[in-house]
């Protein structure tokens, strides 16, 4: 059997992230404005902000996350969602600065069922993409690699916003 070490997940599994847990990572981000650059949180609009996926599926994975604790999108007032477009656009430019891709996605995930990571907390998502980004690792594998680091990505994002 082959191994690809990746010791950085293990901050992952021995952080205890659970989508079932009575606190909402994205509530706590939100509330510690003193700890952006640690959180990796990129910008604060008024309803939103905007932080990078700490669990990337690609280098430049950001997440718009509104503040207010929704787990329904149709719940949520419209100048969150309009916010919300909003940041998205603004989160493309940047990347297409810092990144020049060749494509995006964007996309939000409702339920378990669906695929939300988080699932009492709405959120999108936008990735830049690039010809053959991606390869048998993902789908043979289900590892990612990732070109950079979280602090190299950040860096890079920080000062487009």
Same mark, same amino acid.
């Given at each position: 059997?082959?191994?690809?070490?990746?010791?950085?997940?293990?901050?992952?599994?021995?952080?205890?992230?659970?989508?079932?847990?009575?606190?909402?990572?994205?509530?706590?981000?939100?509330?510690?404005?003193?700890?952006?650059?640690?959180? @990796?949180?990129?910008?604060?609009?008024?309803?939103?902000?905007?932080?990078?996926?700490?669990?990337?599926? =690609?280098?430049? /994975? *950001? &997440?718009?996350?509104?503040?207010?604790?929704?787990?329904?999108?149709?719940?949520?007032?419209?100048?969150?969602?309009?916010?919300?477009?909003?940041?998205?656009?603004?989160?493309?430019?940047?990347?297409?600065?810092?990144?020049?891709?060749?494509? @995006?996605?964007?996309?939000?995930?409702?339920?378990?069922?669906?695929?939300?990571?988080?699932?009492?907390? =709405?959120?999108? /998502? *936008? &990735?830049?993409?690039?010809?053959?980004?991606?390869?048998?690792?993902?789908?043979?594998?289900?590892?990612?690699?990732?070109?950079?680091?979280?602090?190299?990505?950040?860096?890079?994002?920080?000062?487009?916003?």
């Amino acid at each position: 059997m082959d191994r690809l070490w990746s010791p950085w997940r293990a901050k992952y599994i021995a952080s205890g992230v659970d989508s079932q847990s009575s606190t909402c990572v994205f509530c706590e981000i939100g509330n510690d404005k003193e700890n952006d650059e640690k959180n @990796f949180v990129l910008f604060r609009g008024q309803f939103n902000f905007l932080v990078l996926n700490l669990f990337p599926y =690609i280098s430049g /994975h *950001i &997440l718009v996350v509104p503040y207010l604790h929704l787990a329904e999108f149709d719940s949520a007032p419209k100048q969150v969602t309009d916010e919300m477009m909003d940041l998205l656009k603004r989160s493309q430019t940047a990347l297409r600065a810092a990144y020049k891709p060749a494509g @995006f996605n964007v996309g939000m995930n409702f339920g378990a069922v669906a695929g939300a990571g988080i699932v009492d907390h =709405i959120h999108a /998502h *936008i &990735l830049p993409r690039w010809g053959g980004d991606t390869n048998f690792m993902t789908t043979i594998s289900e590892t990612r690699v990732l070109p950079e680091s979280l602090e190299t990505t950040y860096a890079k994002l920080r000062d487009q916003f």
